[in-house]
């Protein structure tokens, strides 16, 4: 059975940081892709950075490129660092990992099934 306990979300003021941690349990992370995604109240959830496990490439949102960065270790746990936060940033955070079929990339929420989410973990960015 799929597990995943999401930490490191809060409060935090305009230009600060956080770091996001998802640790997995129940499978082996390295062989997913992996993906952050956040939803912002009266929004869709929305892709914000992942890692293809084939190619090792990442991908991100172009609202985040250059402040967030997603890695992940070898004891099953994927991280987002997210730098120069914006007050456009405050959502839930959703950790993700699956296999994307065919023609789906790994930024897309239809291309993770049902069980492959984390609870969601809240980030505010506030003065």
């Known amino acids: 059975q799929l597990h995943f306990v999401e930490s490191g979300g809060g409060l935090v003021q305009p230009g600060g940081s956080l770091r996001l941690s998802c640790a997995a349990s129940?499978?082996?992370?390295?062989?997913?892709?992996i993906a952050w995604f956040r939803q912002a109240p009266g929004k869709e959830r929305e892709g914000v950075a992942c890692?293809?496990?084939?190619?090792?490439?990442t991908h991100y949102a172009d609202s985040v490129k250059g402040r967030f960065t997603i890695s992940r270790d070898n004891a099953n746990t994927m991280y987002l660092q997210m730098n120069s936060l914006k007050s456009e940033d405050t959502a839930v955070y959703y950790c993700a990992t699956d296999n994307p079929p065919y023609g789906m990339t790994c930024l897309q929420p239809d291309a993770y099934g049902m069980e492959s989410w984390g609870k969601g973990i809240q980030v505010t960015v506030s003065s």
């Open positions: 890692i293809n496990q084939d190619s090792g490439a």
């Open positions: 129940g499978f082996t992370l390295n062989y997913f892709d």
